[in-house]
Each structure stands twice: as structure tokens, then as C-alpha cells.
């Protein structure tokens, strides 16, 4: 083999081994968005789950919030642990609030978000 080509070959390998490691980088980020929603990011809430929040805030914190009746649902990430309580107790129960039920708009804000996958992104 000539210099030449042996220069080459190595060039060209070279050239092969950084695509083939950024493809795998920018999966790699792609899996780990997939994966990983942080609950404390507000830019991560999608629509669905940012209208439950709203009504959690106006209906349910003046109760369950941290140090007041259990569960806390005063923030993002508890919202998201507590989705079977909430969809139960608000639409099915319809025992919560505890004074009155929700609306039938808000129940319905609140299925939908369930449905959908009860997820930050929702
Ligand atoms: C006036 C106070 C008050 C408000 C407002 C209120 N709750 Fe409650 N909630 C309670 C109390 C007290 C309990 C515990 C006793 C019980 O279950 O009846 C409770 C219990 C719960 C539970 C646990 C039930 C179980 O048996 O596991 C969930 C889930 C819940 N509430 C969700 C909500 C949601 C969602 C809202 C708003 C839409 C809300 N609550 C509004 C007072 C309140």
C-alpha cells in the first residue's frame, strides 16, 4: 500500500467513527428527553396537565398543602404522583372538594388530562 492510500484509509475511518458517534450521541439526548420530564420544569407542562394545575391551586391547595391535609398537592411533581387520587376523588367520587364538587367544566379538564396519559408533557 502505498502512503498515500494508508492516509486515506485512516482519514476516512476517522471521518466514519465521528458520524457514527454523534448519531448515537443525539439519540441518546432524544431517549433521555423521552424518558425524563422534569416535574420541576414549567416549560416541560403541556396543556392539559398546566389547566389540572390551575385548578388545583384555585380548588384544592387552600386544604392539601405541605403541613395541611394529606396528599400535598401544592406542587408540580405531586400532582403527577397523586393523578389516581385526584381523577377518583374529583370525577368518579365526586367527594373532593370537600365542600362541593368541581364543575363539570373542571372534571372534564381533569378526565382529559387522566386519558391522555395523566403525564407533565399531557
Ligand atoms: C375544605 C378542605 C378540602 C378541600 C378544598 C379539598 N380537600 Fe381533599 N381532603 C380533605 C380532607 C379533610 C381529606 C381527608 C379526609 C377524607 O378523605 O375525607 C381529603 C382527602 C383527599 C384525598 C385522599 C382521599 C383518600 O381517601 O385517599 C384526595 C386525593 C383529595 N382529598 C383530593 C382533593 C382535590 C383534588 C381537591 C381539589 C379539587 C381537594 N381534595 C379539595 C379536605 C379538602
Redesign the pocket.
Known amino acids: 500500500m502505498s502512503t498515500k492510500k494508508i492516509i486515506l484509509s485512516i482519514l476516512f475511518l476517522a471521518v466514519v467513527s465521528v458520524v457514527v458517534t454523534s448519531c448515537y450521541k443525539d439519540r441518546e439526548e432524544l431517549l433521555y428527553q423521552a424518558k425524563a420530564a422534569d416535574c420541576t420544569n414549567p416549560d416541560a407542562q403541556g396543556p392539559k396537565f398546566a389547566a389540572v394545575e390551575l ?2 391551586k384555585s ?2 391547595v ?3 398543602s405541605a403541613g395541611g ?1 394529606s ?1 400535598d ?1 401544592s406542587t408540580s411533581c405531586n400532582i403527577l404522583s ?1 393523578y389516581e ?2 381523577y377518583n ?2 370525577v368518579v367520587l365526586k ?5 362541593a364538587p ?1 364543575s363539570t367544566a373542571y372534571q372534564t379538564i381533569i378526565k382529559d388530562w387522566y386519558d391522555a396519559g395523566h403525564k407533565l408533557t399531557d
Not at 95 to 99: A, D, E, I, L, S
Open positions: 385548578i388545583m380548588e384544592c387552600g386544604c392539601h391535609t396528599p398537592l397523586q387520587g385526584i376523588q374529583c367527594r373532593m372538594p370537600q365542600v368541581l
